[in-house]
C-alpha cells in the first residue's frame, strides 16, 4: 500500500526515537538501523489509516522485531570468534537518544549495555522501555503481549542484575578528559604501580577483535593483573603498527557518555577503550577494536573537531 508523503513524515519524526530504541536493545548501530528500516516496511505495508496510535504502532513492531532479533543472536554469537561487546558510539550521537534524566544516561552508558548482554531479551526490552524511554508499565505490557504485573516484575529482576551491587559516577565531559589524561599516564609510564592505584581491586579488562584483530576475550581479573595487562598494550611496538596499519594516535574522548580512549590511524578509528568508573576507581577497562563496530564511530569522527590532537602515540 502506496504511503502518502505525510505518512512518510509522521515516521521521520519517529526514527531517532526508534533507532535509540532498536540501539540499546541490539547493542549494534548498524543492526539498530536495519531493525528501523524493518519497521517502515513494516509501516509502508500496513494500512495505515486504520492504526490509531501510530507511535505505539511503531515501538511495538520495532520493540517484537528486536526481540526475535536478541533471540537469534544468541545462536550466532556461539560461533563469534572471541567475545562478543556492544558497538559503542560517541559524544552527540543521536543514536545514543535522550539523556536528560540520570536513568536515561546510565542506560546507554557502556557498562550498562555490557550488563544488558546478561537479560532475557524481555529483561532488556522492559528494562529499556522503562528506564530509557519512561514508558508506563501498561504500555510495555501491550506492546510485549504480558500483563502489566507481569511487566512490573520483569522490570524489577532487570534493574536487579543491572545494578549489581555497584553505584556508578556521572562524569561531566571535563572530568572524562581528566580521567583518561590521568590513566594514560599511568599506562604508558611502563610501570604498573600507578595503574594499580586507579584500578579498583577486582577490575576486569576485555576486549573485543571479531577475529579480525587480536583481543582479549578472556578478561584480566585484578588490579595487578589488569595493570600488567594495559602497560603492554599502551607500550609502543613495531608489531603494533603493523597489524592496525600505522601509527596510532591516541585521544581522549566520550563515549557512551562516559571517559573513553580513541586510538586514530589515518583518520580512521582503530579502537575504543571505554572506562567504567565508580567511587572507588576504575572497575573495567572495555575495548572495541572489531572494525565492523568502529564504522559509524570513526564517521562521526572524521567530522568532528579534535581540538589540542592526541594526547600520546603508540
Not at 513494516?42 to 520493540?63: F, H, M, S
Not at 549489581?164 to 590521568?182: L, S
Not at 576486549?207 to 582479549?216: L, Q
Request: net charge negative; charged share 25%; hydrophobic share 45%.
Amino acid at each position: 500500500m502506496a504511503l502518502l508523503m505525510s505518512d512518510v513524515d509522521r515516521f521521520e519524526a519517529a526514527r531517532p526515537r526508534l533507532e535509540a530504541i532498536a540501539y540499546r536493545l541490539l547493542g549494534s548501530a548498524g543492526d539498530a538501523e536495519d531493525a528501523v528500516q524493518e519497521t517502515f516496511l513494516r509501516w509502508q505495508a500496513a494500512d495505515v489509516g486504520r492504526i490509531e496510535v501510530p507511535e505505539a504502532w511503531l515501538t511495538k513492531v520495532l520493540t517484537n522485531y528486536c526481540l526475535n532479533q536478541l533471540t537469534s543472536a544468541r545462536a550466532r554469537r556461539e560461533t563469534y570468534v572471541g567475545r562478543w561487546l556492544p558497538e559503542p558510539l560517541l559524544e552527540g550521537d543521536p543514536m545514543l537518544g535522550p539523556a536528560d534524566t540520570a536513568a536515561q544516561r546510565e542506560s546507554v552508558s557502556y557498562a550498562v549495555l555490557v550488563l544488558l548482554e546478561r537479560l532475557t531479551p524481555n529483561e532488556r526490552a522492559v528494562y529499556v522501555l522503562r528506564e530509557a524511554f519512561d514508558y508506563p508499565h501498561r504500555e510495555i505490557a501491550e506492546i510485549l503481549d504480558v500483563s502489566e504485573a507481569a511487566s512490573q516484575q520483569i522490570h524489577h529482576r532487570a534493574k536487579k542484575h543491572i545494578a549489581d551491587g555497584r553505584v556508578r559516577t556521572e562524569i561531566d565531559g571535563a572530568a572524562a578528559r581528566r580521567i583518561v589524561e590521568e590513566f594514560l599516564s599511568a599506562a604508558t609510564s611502563g610501570r604498573t604501580e600507578p595503574l594499580v592505584r586507579l584500578l579498583t581491586q577486582d577490575a576486569v579488562a576485555v576486549g573485543d577483535g571479531g577475529g579480525k584483530v587480536p583481543a582479549r576475550a578472556k578478561a584480566f581479573e585484578g588490579a595487578l593483573a589488569v595493570a600488567t595487562f594495559l602497560r603492554g598494550l599502551f607500550k609502543p611496538g613495531t608489531a603494533k603498527r603493523a597489524i592496525l596499519g600505522g601509527t596510532p594516535e591516541i585521544y581522549a574522548t566520550t563515549a557512551n557518555g562516559g571517559p573513553a580512549i580513541a586510538a586514530v590511524v589515518d583518520g580512521r578509528l582503530v579502537g575504543i577503550t571505554c572506562l567504567d568508573v565508580t567511587a572507588d576507581g576504575i572497575v573495567a577497562v572495555t575495548s572495541q577494536v572489531n572494525p565492523d563496530k568502529l564504522v559509524r564511530a570513526t564517521e562521526r569522527w572524521a567530522a568532528a573537531d579534535h581540538g589540542e590532537g592526541p594526547l600520546h602515540t603508540l
